[in-house]
């Protein structure tokens, strides 16, 4: 079939392997357009640009296809259907309308349950214990679009946002390709979503990335483990007579009590409003992510209590 893939950061590219490996014929790749990045602020490309430039794939990077030169542009590739992972911007009905098979979407939850921009991380802080990937016929609303096919990933007491965002690349690569096997063959067949258990995932906002100590151990456990590796749930210590916030990567819960924020014991345990937490990966400010015992070699005499 010919497909325009649309995709921008590293999630996409299994998918994007898949199709040709499959032997589809991908006649464009749309993906963000480039910023600027690291200290010398040069133009840094997507993952999936890299990769399609890779393939010889043909790259489009508009900055909004809201306007009728872009559409025109997209109609022209005369696509049978267009693949859509985790691109980053809105698609309007000239152009959900345009490939003769319509838009399949990648979408790492069980939907209706975390429609919107950050479903792996909501999905985790929720403390679900089980999750998925869903390829969905795209509408103009927020993930509302009948679902075809769906593979559901157990979600593990001490699993982060990393481990699952990893473990769903590859899930939903092999569901795509099964996806537009059967839309081939014509079987691909489509069931509406439930009209109960709608919830949105917004975007992660950096003031929720703070520690609230003060929060159930499991809560904050959860935290943690839902913004595990980017962007991290932080707190501060004061180390060396200054405060240093610190990123928490990983954590288990541990038994103790105490004030919320105290540490407890020399094993990085701290108390929250009900339990407690042991922090078992960590990331000082300006330094690489490391277990709890080489920062603590490194960190010198401890406060009583985390900030």
Excluded at 95 to 107: D, K, S, T, W, Y
Aim: charged share 20%; with cysteine.
């Amino acid at each position: 079939m010919r497909v325009v893939f649309m995709g921008t950061p590293e999630f996409a590219v299994p998918t994007l392997t898949e199709i040709v490996s499959a032997g589809h014929e991908i006649v464009a790749t749309y993906t963000r357009a480039p910023k600027p990045a690291g200290r010398g602020q040069a133009e840094r490309r997507s993952p999936v640009h890299e990769a399609a430039d890779g393939f010889g794939i043909p790259v489009f990077t508009p900055k909004s296809l809201k306007n009728e030169a872009e559409q025109i542009i997209f109609s022209s590739h005369d696509a049978d259907v267009a693949v859509v992972v985790a691109y980053g911007l809105l698609l309007p009905k000239p152009i959900l309308e345009a490939p003769r098979m319509g838009c399949l979407n990648l979408h790492g939850s069980l939907l209706p349950r975390w429609r919107g921009a950050a479903p792996i991380q909501r999905a985790v802080m929720a403390g679900d214990r089980e999750t998925g990937v869903m390829v969905m016929q795209m509408d103009e609303g927020l993930d509302t679009g009948p679902v075809a096919l769906v593979d559901r990933i157990p979600i593990g007491p001490e699993t982060t946002a990393g481990d699952l965002h990893d473990q769903m690349m590859r899930v939903g690569a092999d569901l795509m390709g099964r996806a537009l096997a059967a839309l081939e063959r014509g079987s691909l067949d489509f069931t509406p979503q439930a009209a109960e258990g709608v919830t949105y995932a917004s975007k992660i906002e950096k003031a929720e990335a703070r520690i609230d100590w003060s929060l159930p151990a499991e809560t904050v456990h959860n935290h943690i483990r839902g913004l595990s590796p980017f962007p991290g749930a932080w707190f501060e210590l004061e180390l060396g007579g200054k405060p240093v916030r610190i990123k928490a990567l990983r954590s288990t819960l541990a038994d103790g009590s105490g004030a919320p924020g105290t540490l407890l014991g020399n094993d990085l345990t701290i108390a929250c409003g009900v339990g407690a937490v042991r922090l078992v990966q960590v990331q000082r400010e300006g330094k690489g992510a490391m277990d709890a015992a080489t920062f603590l070699r490194g960190a010198g005499q401890l406060p009583e209590k985390a900030g």
